[in-house]
Each structure stands twice: as C-alpha cells, then as structure tokens.
C-alpha cells in the first residue's frame, strides 16, 4: 500500500509554467510505478506521463510530449511533473498514481483503471 500527497496546482497563464508533486509514503520505491493523469469536466481520466523509480525511464501521452517533464527524486520519495508551455486545453485536476503491476518492471500502462493507488487531486488551471 502506498499513500500518495500532491501539491502544487494553482492559476497560471497560458504560456506559463506549473511544478506538480507527488510525495509517496512508501519507501520500496521500486515495487510499483509512479505515473500523472488528468481529468476536466466531462471528460475521462487521461494519462500524462509516467517513470520507473529504478531508471530514468519514462513515458509520455503525444498531448504533452516535449512541453511535460516527468522526474522523482528517490531520496525524498517524491516525483514531480514540471510543466511548460502551458495551454488552456491543459486545465484539468491532476492526479499522481502508483501501478502495483509487475512489481514495477514490466511495460508502461496510460490505462487508469491499472493504477491502483490515487492521489487527491490538485486544480491546474490556465487562462488564456
């Protein structure tokens, strides 16, 4: 089981840019997958990006690859999702997510329902 706290949504312009965390309470960082998804009114949850705690492996959805940066930071068992470029179809509550499958090897999955442990949520919002 694994807890995990985001922080840092907030109101930023278009253009601008947003650090989200994600502290996670489990220290076998590597038994699972940390990963970022979204979702705005109306719409399902859509995946973002996701890491292997072992390795700077990572995957990205095309909607934000090249402006997204997803990391972690293993000594503070936290990951991050640095965003730039920020547009207004961004606006969305963004969620961290840990997948359990695999053991945290295996292949990268943008599929919510295999996420098994959810952050709260944090409101990014851009204006444009």
């Known amino acids: 089981q694994v807890q995990l706290v985001e922080s840092g949504g907030g109101l930023v312009q278009a253009g601008g840019s947003l650090r989200l965390s994600c502290a996670a309470s489990?220290?076998?960082?590597?038994?699972?997958?940390p990963g970022w998804f979204r979702q705005a009114p109306g719409k399902e949850r859509e995946f973002v990006a996701a890491?292997?705690?072992?390795?700077?492996?990572?995957y990205y959805a095309d909607s934000v690859k090249g402006r997204f940066t997803i990391s972690r930071d293993n000594a503070k068992n936290t990951f991050y999702l640095q965003m730039s470029s920020l547009e207004p179809e961004d606006t969305a509550v963004y969620y961290c997510?840990?997948?359990?499958?695999?053991?945290?090897?295996?292949?990268?999955?943008?599929?919510?329902?295999?996420?098994?442990?959810w952050g709260q949520g944090t409101q990014v919002t851009v204006s444009s």
């Open positions: 997510a840990a997948d359990f499958r695999y053991d945290g090897s295996g292949p990268f999955s943008a599929n919510y329902r295999e996420y098994e442990y």
């Open positions: 489990r220290r076998t960082l590597s038994r699972y997958v």
């Open positions: 890491i292997r705690w072992s390795s700077s492996s990572t």
